[in-house]
């Protein structure tokens, strides 16, 4: 018998059940939190028939998935920062919550037809940083903690071996650029931070983003070029169509060039405006515009714009729960920056990062972060309606995760943000979302446990709980999931090290080194 002769049998059994169930009573939640209670999300029995009859639709699903077997126009990688897995669930229930599909929400990204879990560690440390994972996601090679664009040659702060050229690993986002396709960036942190200098950068210490860093370490920024820098002037970095994010300050020189929103100008002591650089260099190349508020890049002329540089906030671009009105959304950026660089018609790389997921949860701020992993979403689900799968390829994964953890017995439908059971050692409540370490520690009170009820836990920017004292958490070392869509994403399968990504992709669309589908096509 047939999948589909099965389907009306089971239909009519669900709809009995569903029946029956409506001449009862509906069973109740208990949902910790100020002692409400919620209705169970669904009145449908999800017994034997539910169950077999969902399966079977997602076996089916499964069975007719293909590869996609041709060569990749472009690749749009999509990168969660400090996105463990546990945060994907967390925010996937938080999403259910609000939408009323409760524990049967899908994300966009979980439609992609195939994954593959991720190692992580560095060339150093069995827990890697953002700097050195951006290193081996981008470029193929792992490198020591907090470098970026170098290999294990290179130690931290070793300004010398930095300029080494046999050192330097080259980026996906590099060899796109030498095949002759347009690059971009976007970020909500400082596009000098570790994740986005890794398409463009060699440094040796990843807090060189101006020459004040560098002066500040007493090194010298003459031999050493300071991120900034390399990202205007630097030979990847000048290629860069879009770049989108924050950090202005890494730009201006201190005391000479006053920031549109206050204060008192940038960082840098050589005096560059390296913001004017790149206006006075994109001129001579065709039509460009540089931006620093969200109403500018909304009413931008995407059609008619081929270099676009938007620096919406001083330092990082602000939290989605503070609402910063100067600030767009991470959609609304990578919008904007697909719209520019589709009109290339031998393709591109884009670069996506959800930074402030990893910010919040260095703060153990489990509501900002998924607020933040919820909006990364909304980014993924924009790129894939502006996309054709039959061209793009498309992969979204984390650098490392974060110590966040899912625990207690709630009941369906149940608030992740909310209380989650009580201890049965000292009877007193705890969040479902709990941090191994971080600034959340609250250590004992008279010998007790403090009392999370206590507290305004639905704070937006509320410290979670944490078991170890930290100033900010430091990463966990668990592998983290990739899902991907579109040409060859098959090659995303079984678990992988992070230096595979930029392999596959370079097989995928046939630039840089190493084996090609062009090549075994004989094209």
Not at 355 to 382: M, Q, V, W
Not at 464 to 469: D, K, L
Request: glycine share 8%; proline share 4%; aromatic share 8%.
């Amino acid at each position: 018998m047939t999948v589909s002769s099965l389907q009306p049998l089971l239909l009519l059994l669900i709809l009995s059940h569903c029946l029956a169930a409506g001449d009862k009573d509906q069973d109740h939640l208990g949902v910790m939190g100020r002692g409400q209670h919620k209705t169970k999300p669904s009145a449908v029995v999800e017994d034997s028939a539910y169950w077999n009859l969902k399966m079977q639709e997602e076996l089916q699903a499964q069975l007719e998935k293909e590869p996609i077997v041709r060569q990749a126009k472009n690749v749009i990688l999509f990168l969660g920062d400090g996105t463990s897995i546990s945060t994907l669930t967390a925010a996937r229930l938080l999403k259910g919550h609000r939408t009323g599909n409760f524990e049967h929400e899908v994300m966009a990204y979980e439609k992609f037809p195939y994954s593959t879990l991720i190692k992580t560690y560095s060339a150093d440390k069995v827990v890697t940083d953002s700097a050195a994972s951006s290193t081996a996601y981008l470029s193929g090679v792992k490198g020591n903690q907090a470098t970026i664009g170098v290999d294990a040659n290179v130690q931290l702060a070793d300004c010398n071996a930095m300029n080494v050229p046999q050192f330097h690993t080259h980026s996906i986002l590099k060899n796109f650029q030498d095949a002759g396709r347009s690059t971009g960036i976007v970020t909500v942190t400082r596009v000098t931070h570790a994740s986005p200098a890794g398409t463009y950068a060699h440094t040796a210490e990843r807090h060189w983003e101006s020459d004040d860093d560098i002066n500040d370490a007493e090194g010298d920024p003459d031999l050493c070029d300071d991120i900034a820098e390399q990202l205007i002037l630097g030979e990847t970095g000048s290629r860069i169509k879009v770049i989108l994010g924050g950090g202005r300050q890494k730009f201006t020189p201190k005391n000479v060039v006053e920031d549109p929103e206050g204060g008192d100008g940038g960082k840098r002591d050589d005096g560059k405006n390296l913001i004017q650089t790149w206006i006075d260099q994109k001129v001579l190349l065709g039509n460009s515009s540089y931006v620093w508020h969200r109403n500018d890049l909304l009413t931008l002329d995407t059609a008619h714009t081929d270099y676009l540089m938007g620096l919406f906030d001083w330092g990082h671009v602000a939290y989605t729960v503070d609402q910063d009105s100067s600030n767009p959304s991470l959609e609304e950026m990578t919008r904007a920056a697909i719209e520019v660089l589709q009109k290339d018609a031998n393709g591109y790389f884009l670069f996506v990062e959800g930074g402030n997921i990893d910010r919040a949860h260095h703060l153990n701020e489990y509501r900002s972060a998924l607020e933040e992993a919820i909006e990364f979403e909304k980014a993924i689900e924009t790129a894939v309606g502006l996309t054709d799968p039959q061209d793009t390829l498309i992969i979204v994964t984390a650098d490392h995760a974060q110590p966040l953890v899912i625990n207690g017995y709630q009941e369906r439908g149940s608030d992740v943000l909310d209380l989650g059971d009580y201890s049965d050692v000292d009877g007193l409540p705890y969040t479902t979302l709990l941090y191994t370490n971080g600034p959340g520690y609250r250590g004992e009170v008279d010998g007790s446990r403090p009392d999370p009820s206590t507290e305004d836990y639905s704070d937006p920017h509320y410290v979670g709980a944490a078991t170890v004292p930290m100033v900010e958490s430091n990463h966990a070392g668990e592998d983290v999931v990739l899902y991907a869509r579109g040409p060859h994403a098959h090659l995303f399968t079984g678990i992988h090290e992070n230096t595979y990504i930029p392999h596959a992709l370079r097989y995928a669309t046939c630039v840089g080194e190493g084996l090609h589908f062009c090549t075994s096509q004989g094209v």
